[in-house]
């Protein structure tokens, strides 16, 4: 009784979290920015919604179909990808190398190449909503299918049982949690993915209507369009944790800890570690490239080889003024993307940790990060435009707000994770509240805040480049849209490939640091 | 492919197996960092024996029936069950181990999860036996309750009756009432004995209790700390079956006071109450 009601008051502060959200917003789009056409009150929205139903709803029946295909694919992509990796343990690195370019490719540039690969039709978009979801199912389902007591394999060799009975007796069943975590962040993610396949030239959907929004400067629209994406992920998140909750399947004690492969022992078997296994993949990722594109016969016009890149960027006579265009557009991104993701970060943590030292704030403001973490805010990225202006400034808001809830909420879920003990114990002495931050929680977010860094490069550079795409006129995004618009695909593969490495190499220098920084503050999360 | 079952002959068709190791020895890691687990030992267990092994914390019990188990392969020396390799006897499902820990899958039930046993032993499914060896442990009417709905006692009864599930030949036992309390343990010590004496079993008994490796085994092995190796090999000749009397027998005190001097603590011959840790 007194639980239920407990729960009761809870559920009603979050409401009035929300409630109170929304009044200050209508005052605040009503009386304070009324002449700046950028913030639409919440009545205007939802009029907008229901005047312009028929055609919202034919946009959303093409963009939500897109994302589910997609979902499925990219997921089903993962998880057999993920069951091969836990089974045949040799290739994971390999399989690892491959799945992070993968990830790593910048969807922007990535959708028109689909585009005409696929030609006209759903399957870039399909395509993308796929790319999207499959890597942050992929890390999780690796770790949870792993995440076994050596005690319960044990018990199945011991009735000398191999990996395939280990596999669906135990693994698959114990790496469920990790699994619906996964599908929960990646209902959003394949939403996403679909719209920014619409945002580079789809005829239909709701990602091709919110740019005709913004391009007219149509306020209520933008918003409107924007709301809609928001509903739709937040209900696709809540659905899935729904489908979780019926299976009474609880939640996972980590979310995307690093995939930890034992660290070798013997020198050459680390020198070859170092040198010999990223190269390996590297080999293999240009064969699969090329393979690829020679398997499916496409025209040597569109479909760049690794070979037609190297010639545009290294060999070829006009190599070194391709290249100063390029690494001129790289330098103009990569300063404004580096700064948003650092800001996005470190107010993400910070936030974490004042809610944490607020508990009451924490109660009612938790849920609302929690359902605004879902929104695909690339696929609201007109919006920001139109809110946060044309220049750098916009940019650089997108791709901060892009990885700014991610991290809370990593951050939120890290600073939880601090062992009761350890809690009890500072308490014991009566440690102030600061300390207690310092020297219990900080080190027990650690792992999380790294966990969110390492995400958050692609997605950096994802927000970036569709900022540049479709607004700001600069950088490598714009530089994308030109060359697409002018049919220069050796400078889009070009592009695509240098962008592909920065996050890879992005990627590679946070992990780095993570392993140097775990390895002090929390060893069992490095093995 | 690992999974084909090499021989379908029934178990109950199989008398208990002898199990024989020469010379066997144990290091894990390499170089400066290496353990040695083992050292040396040589050990026969008789067809339809019980054998209790002794010794400190650390000593290398665990170690020595994981490579029995086929879990774990000797650095050097050699293990045979009937004359076969443990992988081999462990893939016909010939042999049964209940762990240190109970090692209960959490998302199954504790009927389901003694089933299991059968299910990896390829054996067909068995309700009653289940039911059976549920209430033979104390957990009748616990049957639909998951582990975390159990005491740690409970588990530990409950991966004893998922132990007996298989009718394996070989028990293989590594503390398996560590976590249980005092009066269900003596219980049980009397109890679960009838059932592999009667069907005719080789058991490996690990345990911490000297009265429990008195009352339950035909024979005591003591093993030393550092070097890991076994220090002192005892006879139990009291008739079976063993009943509660015995623990009061001048004959029981007597065994129990030799093995606790070979262990080295000889101020405390009663018996639990001198639990080796505290020693180690
Ligand atoms: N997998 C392993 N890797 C490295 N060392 C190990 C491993 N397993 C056991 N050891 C070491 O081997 C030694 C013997 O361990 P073992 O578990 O066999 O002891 P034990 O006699 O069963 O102790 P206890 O009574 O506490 O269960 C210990 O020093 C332990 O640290
Ligand atoms: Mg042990």
């Known amino acids: 009784m007194i639980r239920q009601q407990v729960l009761l008051t809870e559920q009603m502060r979050t409401y009035a979290g929300f409630a109170g959200l929304l009044i200050a917003w209508e005052l605040l789009a009503r009386f304070a920015f009324g002449q700046l056409y950028i913030l639409s009150p919440p009545t205007a929205i939802v009029m907008r919604i229901i005047e312009d139903l028929p055609l919202y709803s034919r946009a959303l029946s093409a963009t939500v179909s897109e994302a589910l295909l997609g979902f499925i694919l990219g997921n089903l992509a993962a998880i057999v990808l993920a069951v091969l990796v836990v089974t045949l343990p040799p290739i994971e690195r390999l399989a690892q190398a491959i799945a992070l370019v993968v990830f790593c490719l910048p969807l922007v540039a990535t959708g028109p190449i689909l585009r005409v690969i696929y030609g006209p039709g759903w399957g870039p978009q399909i395509t993308l909503a796929a790319l999207s979801v499959y890597y942050t199912t992929f890390v999780p389902l690796v770790v949870g299918l792993r995440a076994v007591p050596p005690s319960w394999l044990d018990l199945i060799a011991s009735y000398g049982r191999g990996r395939l009975t280990a596999m669906t007796v135990v693994r698959a069943r114990a790496s469920l949690p990790y699994l619906i975590a996964s599908l929960k962040i990646a209902a959003p993610a394949a939403f996403l993915g679909a719209i920014v396949g619409e945002f580079t030239g789809a005829d239909r959907g709701i990602g091709v209507l919110s740019i005709q929004a913004m391009r007219s400067l149509d306020v209520d629209g933008t918003w409107a369009l924007a709301t809609i994406a928001s509903a739709v992920a937040i209900i696709g998140y809540a659905v899935v944790g729904w489908a979780g909750q019926l299976l009474s399947i609880g939640a996972p004690p980590s979310l995307l800890v690093s995939p930890a492969s034992k660290a070798p022992k013997v020198l050459w078997k680390k020198l070859f570690m170092a040198v010999a296994a990223p190269t390996l993949s590297c080999v293999v990722i240009l064969l699969l490239w090329k393979i690829s594109m020679d398997g499916l016969d496409l025209s040597r016009f569109f479909a760049k080889r690794p070979g037609d890149v190297w010639a545009y960027l290294v060999a070829g006579s006009q190599a070194a003024a391709h290249r100063s265009e390029l690494f001129a557009a790289l330098r103009e991104t990569m300063g404004t993307t580096v700064l948003g993701y650092f800001a996005g970060l470190g107010l993400g943590a910070v936030l974490a940790a004042i809610f944490c030292m607020l508990p009451a704030v924490e109660k009612i403001a938790s849920p609302v990060a929690i359902a605004l973490r879902s929104i695909p805010i690339v696929a609201t990225a007109p919006l920001l435009v139109l809110a946060l202006g044309r220049g750098q400034l916009g940019m650089l808001g997108i791709v901060a707000i892009m990885i700014f809830f991610p991290t809370l909420v990593s951050c939120l879920h890290g600073l939880r994770q601090t062992p009761g003990q350890v809690i009890d114990y500072f308490d014991s002495f009566r440690a102030p509240p600061l300390t207690q931050l310092f020297l219990a929680r900080v080190p027990a977010m650690l792992p999380s805040l790294f966990a969110a860094a390492r995400m958050a490069v692609p997605m950096a550079v994802l927000a970036a480049t569709v900022a540049e795409w479709l607004a700001t006129g600069t950088g490598i995004g714009n530089l994308m849209a030109l060359t697409n618009s002018t049919s220069n695909y050796n400078m889009l593969w070009s592009c695509v490939t240098i962008l592909t490495l920065v996050s890879v190499a992005g990627y590679a220098l946070v992990a780095m640091l993570e392993r140097r920084v775990l390895s002090h503050f929390a060893p069992e999360q490095v093995i | ?280």
Not at chain 2, 118 to 125: D, Q
Request: proline share 6%; with cysteine.
């Open chain 2, 1 to 280: 492919m690992t999974d084909k079952r090499i021989d379908q002959t029934p178990v109950s068709e199989i008398g208990p197996p002898k199990v024989e190791a020469w010379a066997v020895n144990k290091v894990f890691g390499y170089g400066d960092s290496s353990v040695q687990a083992v050292s040396d030992v040589e050990l026969t267990l008789e067809p339809g024996t019980t054998t209790a092994l002794v010794g400190p914390s650390g000593c290398g019990k665990s170690t020595l029936l994981r490579m029995v188990a086929g879990l774990e392969t000797p650095t050097s020396g050699a293990i045979r069950i009937g004359g076969e390799e443990p992988h081999v006897v462990a893939r016909k499902g010939r042999l049964s181990v209940a762990f240190q820990d109970p090692s209960l899958l959490p998302w199954r039930t504790a009927a389901s999860n003694v089933a299991l046993a059968r299910r990896l032993a390829g054996l067909p499914k068995d309700p009653e036996k289940v039911q059976h060896l549920l209430s033979l442990v104390g957990l009748d009417g616990f049957e639909n309750k998951r582990p975390a709905e159990l005491s740690g006692g409970m588990r530990q009864r409950c991966a004893i009756a998922r132990c007996l599930a298989t009718d394996a030949r070989l028990l293989l036992l590594d503390e398996p009432f560590g976590a249980v309390d005092e009066m269900t343990r003596r219980r049980l010590n009397l109890e679960l004995p009838r059932v592999w004496e009667g069907q005719g079993t080789t058991t490996l008994l690990v345990t911490h209790s000297v009265t429990e490796a008195v009352l339950l085994s035909d024979r005591v092995i003591v093993m030393s700390h550092r070097p890991a190796r076994v220090s002192a090999d005892i006879a139990i000749d009291i008739e079976r079956p063993r009943r509660a009397s015995h623990l009061t027998s001048p004959k029981f005190l007597a065994l129990v006071t030799q093995i606790n001097t070979a262990l080295g603590i000889i101020d405390e011959p009663e018996d639990d109450a001198s639990r080796l840790e505290a020693r180690a």
